[in-house]
């Protein structure tokens, strides 16, 4: 795993190492749910990304790193490429990441329905479990991050 440019280009930054822990992730993913249940959309996804957003930092401080600067999120996408993550997951997760700016500092109501029960329902669990594996695996040697 090769972090040099994003080290030295300060997006992120060495810390000490700390235990990886999704069940905050967990509990947001609850929360997105009860935001949909009440057909409060835009707030469902921003919490589902924000349940993605922390088991994403917290496999990063997993692996001794977090991410700093005034783009912190993006600059979370960027490392989990790095690492060799679920591309198509993090791809998709970064998108939701500039479409969420929109609605949550803008005035523009923008989460259907069926894109709220897709980001929730499907993706957002998925990669909360995908980065447990994929940590369980570090932890074992089955998996070597690049």
Do not use: C
């Amino acid at each position: 795993m090769n972090f040099k440019e994003l080290l030295d280009s300060k997006r992120i930054e060495e810390v000490e190492k700390e235990e990886f822990n999704a069940d905050l992730a967990e509990k947001d993913i609850k929360s997105a749910e009860h935001n949909f249940s009440s057909e409060d959309y835009n707030w469902a996804v921003s919490i589902a990304y924000n349940a993605v957003l922390r088991a994403s930092r917290s496999f990063m401080f997993h692996l001794g790193y977090r991410p700093i600067g005034k783009e912190h999120h993006k600059n979370v996408f960027e490392f989990l490429r790095k690492t060799g993550f679920d591309i198509e997951l993090v791809d998709y997760f970064d998108n939701i990441r500039k479409a969420r700016n929109q609605f949550v500092y803008g005035e523009i109501e923008s989460a259907s329905r069926e894109n709220a029960k897709e980001v929730i329902i499907d993706m957002a669990g998925k990669f909360v479990l995908k980065i447990r594996t994929f940590v369980l695996k570090i932890r074992t040697g089955k998996e070597v991050v690049k």
